[in-house]
């Protein structure tokens, strides 16, 4: 970025213990550890650690630096994503270089804009089969429903495979799994993982589930053929140009695994955090309830009438500003690099918090307040960068348009159904488990729609 200057000092997070420096608070609360370096001491804060040099990088052009401009030097190799490899093996999310490269072209055609239209339906069924099976009147976890009904959804969409039964011991497995690996990127110093204590057990046990399914799935294909025109057949069927050979069992594994959990834990939140937010907002929902009426009458949404649905695209957009599910990315700095004047060494840690950033009053003004309409007009201080719930860049998710569709027609669908009203007296706290779920789930109780 500026390359003959003379390095800053730091600016460091203030901190009360001399030995672990900000340690302690970023185990106990790592978003107001983001919060307050990007939107009190930014745009560049040294996070003081232990046996690490740490930064955050607080602005909209720093992010864009790491993730777009200067992308090559800031790697995926971090504690974080070591831990991830646990779980997701060395699939699109975590893989690099090369290798990476090609898994994203191949899997990149079942993303397209043509093939996405196929799967609005499957959505909507998906939602209708959720509502179907609510009992009115009776308070329920609509987290929990969720989940259960992105896993569906990626399950049939993208793998062809019917997941519904396994969908408790998937989510189960999923919570153990990511608060597992949480905990282990926090505390260093924990115990190995071979070590069988209580955790580790869980944890084992946990993956042990999750590897049980995807390869159920690769097996019932691999037996009977299926469908040809999913993204599993592009995976399974793909060539290496060079050798000629397919996927190992080992890749192909680590690449459904990967699909399958990033494409419905995501979502998921997204979903929960925005029917928590219309909860605390009657008025937009009455709006979206309009909207959707006026647009589709009883009839479920599709694809193609999306963008007749702004105001809903729009909650949706807002809602992943308020809380984005990915709530920090962590890179390696490969060589060093001078940013605003400050000098990150090689082998340095960064991160660019989605969470803080979307909170920069610069650019979002009323930054916490739930405002769809704020995307309603072309506001010039959004630019690049400010918004990044899918990051930016060669590495931004390969499921954002899939995301962005699947969360506008099942809330829209689910309210032109019913309406749900928060059980009092929650507190909606964010937890960033890897990704950021409400504590507790969002307790509501569903009525009919007039
Ligand atoms: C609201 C929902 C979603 C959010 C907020 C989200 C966010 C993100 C973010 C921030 C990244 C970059 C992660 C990193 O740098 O390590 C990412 C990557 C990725 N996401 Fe998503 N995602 C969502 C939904 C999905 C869906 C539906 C799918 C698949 C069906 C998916 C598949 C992936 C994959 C495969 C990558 C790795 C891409 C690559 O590096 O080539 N995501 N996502």
């Given amino acids: 970025m500026q390359t003959s200057v003379v390095p800053a000092r730091p600016v460091p997070f203030p901190v009360s213990n001399p030995l672990l420096g900000v340690l302690p608070l970023i185990q106990s609360d790592p978003l107001r550890v983001m919060e307050r370096a990007t939107l009190e001491f930014g745009?560049?804060?040294?996070?003081?650690?232990?046996?690490?040099?740490?930064?955050?990088?607080?602005?909209?052009?720093?992010?864009?630096?790491?993730?777009?401009?200067?992308?090559?030097?800031?790697?995926?190799?971090?504690?974080?994503?070591?831990?991830?490899?646990?779980?997701?093996?060395?699939?699109?999310?975590?893989?690099?270089?090369?290798?990476?490269?090609?898994q994203r072209r191949i899997a990149q055609p079942a993303f397209h804009r043509e093939r996405l239209a196929a799967f609005g339906e499957i959505m909507t069924r998906a939602t209708d089969d959720m509502v179907d099976g609510w009992a009115l009147g009776k308070p329920f976890d609509f987290a929990a429903e969720i989940m259960r009904c992105t896993l569906r959804v990626v399950g049939e969409a993208l793998l062809s495979a019917d997941v519904t039964r396994d969908a408790d011991g998937v989510g189960r497995a999923l919570t153990v799994g990511l608060e597992h690996l949480i905990h282990r990127?926090?505390?260093?110093?924990?115990?190995?993982?071979?070590?069988?204590?209580?955790?580790?057990?869980?944890?084992?046990?946990?993956?042990?589930?999750?590897?049980?399914?995807?390869?159920?799935?690769?097996?019932?294909?691999?037996?009977?053929?299926?469908?040809?025109?999913?993204?599993?057949?592009?995976?399974?069927?793909?060539?290496?140009?060079?050798?000629?050979?397919?996927?190992?069992?080992?890749?192909?594994?680590?690449?459904?695994?990967?699909?399958?959990?990033?494409?419905?834990?995501?979502?998921?939140?997204?979903?929960?955090?925005?029917?928590?937010?219309?909860g605390h907002a009657p008025d937009v929902e009455r709006r979206l309830v309009a909207e959707a009426r006026a647009v589709l009458g009883d009839a479920p949404p599709t694809m193609e009438s999306m963008p007749r649905l702004p105001l809903a695209m729009n909650a949706v957009k807002e809602s992943l500003r308020l809380y984005p599910p990915i709530w920090t990315l962590g890179r390696r700095v490969v060589e060093d690099d001078v940013v605003e004047g400050y000098r990150l060494a090689k082998g340095s840690l960064v991160f660019v918090s989605p969470w803080a950033i979307h909170r920069l009053p610069e650019y979002w003004p009323d930054p916490l307040a739930f405002d769809p309409d704020r995307w309603a007009?072309?506001?010039?201080?959004?630019?690049?960068?400010?918004?990044?719930?899918?990051?930016?860049?060669?590495?931004?998710?390969?499921?954002?348009?899939?995301?962005?569709?699947?969360?506008?027609?099942?809330?829209?669908?689910?309210?032109?159904?019913?309406?749900?009203?928060?059980?009092?007296?929650?507190?909606?706290?964010?937890?960033?488990?890897?990704?950021?779920?409400?504590?507790?789930?969002?307790?509501v109780v569903a009525s009919a729609r007039a």
């Fill in 377 to 443: 007009v072309e506001d010039p201080r959004r630019q690049h960068g400010s918004y990044l719930p899918f990051s930016m860049g060669q590495r931004k998710c390969i499921g954002d348009t899939f995301a962005m569709a699947e969360a506008l027609l099942i809330i829209t669908r689910v309210l032109q159904r019913v309406h749900l009203s928060l059980v009092p007296g929650q507190r909606f706290t964010p937890e960033p488990v890897i990704t950021l779920r409400p504590r507790g789930g969002v307790q």
């Fill in 43 to 102: 745009p560049v804060t040294h996070l003081p650690m232990p046996g690490m040099e740490a930064w955050v990088l607080g602005t909209p052009r720093l992010a864009h630096h790491v993730l777009v401009a200067n992308v090559k030097n800031y790697v995926k190799q971090t504690r974080g994503y070591e831990m991830l490899r646990h779980v997701l093996g060395n699939g699109l999310v975590t893989s690099e270089g090369d290798f990476w490269k090609r």
């Fill in 185 to 278: 990127t926090l505390h260093p110093l924990s115990l190995p993982e071979w070590v069988p204590t209580p955790r580790n057990t869980r944890f084992k046990e946990a993956v042990a589930e999750l590897d049980r399914v995807v390869g159920d799935i690769i097996t019932q294909r691999r037996a009977g053929g299926g469908p040809q025109h999913d993204l599993l057949a592009m995976l399974m069927e793909s060539r290496d140009p060079e050798t000629g050979e397919g996927m190992t069992d080992a890749q192909l594994r680590d690449e459904v695994m990967t699909i399958f959990l990033a494409g419905h834990e995501t979502t998921a939140n997204n979903l929960s955090w925005l029917a928590m937010l219309l």
